[in-house]
């Protein structure tokens, strides 16, 4: 099961889309919600990548975020992308090789070192590696099974036979493994397309597809809900007392990506709200409980359901309310670095709709 048939084809709804907000908190959650890809084919894949911060967009000067999903992807754009999704280290016991067209000063310098250092990447030539070259599809097949060699049973599955993909190619062996293993899939009329440049869509949907298929190392059921029952309840505990500060600490310490910008609006609405002077109660109704829908070993899928909220603020006769369901899905992510899971998205509307936020000021 993959998020997209959890979520459906809808996406998160966000809390608004418009650049230029005045707000740091907005500007940052913006940057989840890149504008060109809500009618692509790879959406829902694609949104996954840069919700989990597996992915940045890019801002031009108007605040405009965008992905540029059919743009091509160069080797060291993609090798960067998989050594930090991964969280790779530098082997041990492997030395990496030295490229002459790799200088130590150049970003993507120790992307290249670890994959190179980890058998993952060779190199174009003896002594060069092509950085600034446009990779293709079949490169990309080949990288990513060296990548999760140890974490996807790549020797179960039919392998599919692509009309283009002859035998004396030199990753074709690969390219039978990750087609056996569901990690990638073709074009109509079964072929491959092996020597075509991969844009970055492809290049983030094949990895996605990887990153569903490693189960040699699954999180239990029963550490998944309690971790999500533990953040629920810490997070309960610090709206119920309306203290906005150490909602912030938990957001820091338990969210990622999309939805800790997301919970970082919600704190800063309380925090306004407190500031203009409103009084401001919390109330909570049910009992939560969850479900596991899915789990990998760096991504897990709960559905939660049983708890509301309800926001009441008072000031000068004024009153007004909000209500929080807690129904959705929560996607959990393992911190590359921390090994830590921590959510990073969700369907579950927070208080902070645009309503509310534009009748505290907030832009």
């Given at each position: 099961?993959?998020a997209g048939?959890?979520?459906g084809?809808g996406?998160?709804t966000?809390?608004?889309?418009a650049?230029q907000?005045?707000t740091k908190?907005?500007q940052v959650?913006d940057?989840?919600?890149?504008e060109?890809?809500a009618k692509?084919?790879a959406?829902?894949?694609?949104y996954d990548?840069v919700h989990a911060g597996y992915?940045?967009?890019?801002t031009?000067?108007?605040?405009?975020?965008t992905?540029r999903p059919?743009?091509?992807?160069?080797?060291?754009?993609f090798v960067?992308l998989?050594?930090?999704?991964?969280g790779?280290?530098?082997?041990?016991d492997r030395?990496p090789?030295s490229f002459?067209?790799?200088?130590s000063?150049?970003w993507?310098?120790?992307?290249?070192?670890?994959?190179s250092?980890l058998g993952i990447?060779s190199?174009t030539t003896?002594s060069?590696?092509?950085?600034e070259?446009?990779?293709?599809?079949?490169?990309?097949a080949?990288?990513?099974?060296?990548?999760?060699?140890?974490?996807i049973a790549?020797?179960?599955?039919t392998?599919?036979?692509?009309?283009?993909?002859g035998?004396?190619?030199?990753a074709?062996r690969?390219i039978?493994?990750a087609s056996?293993?569901g990690?990638i899939?073709?074009?109509k009329?079964?072929?491959f397309?092996p020597f075509e440049?991969?844009?970055?869509?492809e290049?983030m949907t094949?990895l996605?597809?990887a990153?569903?298929?490693e189960e040699?190392?699954?999180?239990?059921?029963?550490a998944?809900?309690?971790?999500?029952k533990?953040?629920?309840?810490?997070r309960s505990?610090?709206?119920l007392?309306?203290?906005p500060n150490?909602?912030?600490?938990?957001v820091?310490?338990?969210?990622?990506?999309?939805?800790k910008?997301?919970?970082?609006?919600?704190?800063?609405?309380?925090?306004k709200a407190k500031?203009?002077?409103?009084?401001v109660?919390?109330?909570?109704?049910?009992?939560?409980?969850e479900?596991?829908l899915g789990?990998?070993?760096?991504?897990?899928?709960?559905?939660?359901?049983?708890a509301?909220?309800?926001?009441?603020?008072?000031?000068d006769?004024?009153?007004?309310k909000a209500?929080?369901?807690?129904?959705?899905?929560?996607?959990l992510k393992k911190d590359p670095?921390t090994n830590?899971w921590?959510i990073?998205?969700?369907?579950?509307?927070?208080?902070?709709t645009?309503?509310?936020l534009?009748k505290l000021?907030i832009?």
């Amino acid at each position: 099961m993959t998020a997209g048939a959890v979520l459906g084809t809808g996406v998160i709804t966000p809390v608004s889309a418009a650049p230029q907000h005045e707000t740091k908190e907005l500007q940052v959650l913006d940057s989840y919600l890149p504008e060109d890809i809500a009618k692509h084919w790879a959406r829902n894949k694609v949104y996954d990548m840069v919700h989990a911060g597996y992915v940045n967009g890019y801002t031009d000067a108007s605040g405009t975020v965008t992905v540029r999903p059919d743009r091509k992807i160069t080797r060291a754009e993609f090798v960067e992308l998989l050594v930090k999704t991964l969280g790779l280290k530098k082997s041990p016991d492997r030395e990496p090789k030295s490229f002459s067209d790799v200088d130590s000063s150049e970003w993507y310098y120790n992307s290249v070192t670890i994959a190179s250092s980890l058998g993952i990447v060779s190199g174009t030539t003896e002594s060069s590696f092509g950085p600034e070259r446009y990779i293709t599809r079949g490169e990309i097949a080949a990288l990513l099974v060296r990548a999760f060699a140890y974490t996807i049973a790549f020797d179960e599955g039919t392998t599919r036979h692509f009309k283009d993909v002859g035998n004396t190619y030199w990753a074709s062996r690969e390219i039978d493994k990750a087609s056996r293993a569901g990690v990638i899939s073709g074009y109509k009329g079964n072929v491959f397309k092996p020597f075509e440049y991969a844009t970055r869509a492809e290049a983030m949907t094949m990895l996605y597809n990887a990153l569903y298929l490693e189960e040699n190392a699954v999180p239990t059921d029963k550490a998944l809900l309690d971790l999500v029952k533990t953040i629920e309840e810490e997070r309960s505990r610090a709206l119920l007392a309306v203290d906005p500060n150490r909602l912030k600490e938990i957001v820091d310490a338990r969210y990622a990506g999309y939805y800790k910008a997301l919970q970082n609006v919600e704190v800063l609405l309380l925090r306004k709200a407190k500031e203009q002077g409103y009084e401001v109660s919390i109330s909570r109704t049910g009992e939560l409980t969850e479900k596991v829908l899915g789990k990998w070993n760096r991504i897990a899928l709960v559905e939660v359901d049983g708890a509301e909220y309800t926001l009441t603020a008072k000031k000068d006769g004024e009153e007004w309310k909000a209500v929080e369901k807690f129904k959705g899905v929560v996607m959990l992510k393992k911190d590359p670095t921390t090994n830590e899971w921590r959510i990073y998205t969700s369907d579950i509307q927070l208080f902070a709709t645009k309503q509310l936020l534009e009748k505290l000021g907030i832009k």
